[in-house]
């Protein structure tokens, strides 16, 4: 079985602008949870979505948002990039309730 | 904020000794996970214990769990250059619908 897929690897943006990643959960999988890891803040919650609904969501401003598609793959989207946002951008999925998430490689973003 | 608190937040040791680090959490919890993080790179997931249960072993890793002292401890027998990582406890709190993590131990193994 293929591991979760995060696509783009590295991506650097200009503050002002906005980003879309992408998540390919493993096959069979419905939920997909997005964390932000920064090395002040550890690893941050974002949201979760499960059959194309989101679930959960943790506390980021509205420029955070995402959708599942109907396939479970799932896309996170930053608009109006500040500095602060520069992380390393996971996704994890899990068949259900997070007993045990299998995580992607990350999208390392950098804003300048 | 964060659910888990981990100690130490680094630890230095011999290639063969044995590793030890520590999770402390703060609410009622369906189950406790372990995992890896290679530097810069996404988490493995190692360990799950629950809520009901005290040991857990798998391979060279232990996992204990104290629900009365919210606490878990995680120890690597016979460690290897290669377990050289980030380790995190990530807790299912009850009635939550999130893993929560800690902020990680930085275990380095030196040959």
């Known amino acids: 079985k293929a591991g979760v897929t995060q696509t783009p690897r590295y991506l650097i943006k200009t503050r002002g602008q906005q980003v879309t990643l992408s998540c390919s959960p493993i096959?069979?999988?419905?939920?997909v949870s997005w964390y932000q890891q920064t090395p002040g803040q550890g690893l941050q919650f974002l949201f979760e979505y499960f059959s194309e609904t989101q679930r959960n969501k943790g506390n980021f401003p509205g420029r955070f948002s995402g959708r599942q598609f109907s396939n479970s793959r799932s896309e996170m989207n930053v608009s109006t990039l500040e500095l602060g946002d520069s992380a390393l951008y996971l996704c994890?999925?899990?068949?259900?309730?997070?007993?045990?998430?299998?995580f992607g490689q990350g999208t390392r973003l950098t804003v300048v | 904020s964060q659910q888990g608190e981990e100690d130490p937040q680094a630890l230095s040791i011999q290639e063969g000794e044995n590793a030890t680090m520590n999770c402390s959490y703060k609410t009622s919890i369906n189950n406790l996970q372990w995992y890896r993080q290679n530097s810069g790179r996404g988490l493995v997931h190692l360990i799950l214990?629950?809520?009901?249960?005290r040991e857990k072993h798998s391979g060279r890793l232990r996992v204990t769990l104290d629900t009365s002292k919210k606490s878990s401890s995680l120890l690597i027998t016979a460690s290897r250059a290669a377990d050289t990582a980030s380790y995190f406890c990530?807790?299912?709190?009850?009635?939550?619908?999130?893993?929560?993590f800690g902020q990680g131990t930085r275990l380095t193994i030196n040959p």
């Open positions: 096959s069979g999988h419905r939920s």
């Open positions: 994890a999925s899990s068949p259900d309730r997070l007993l045990k998430a299998f």
């Open positions: 214990i629950r809520s009901n249960e």
């Open positions: 990530a807790t299912l709190p009850q009635g939550a619908q999130k893993l929560v």
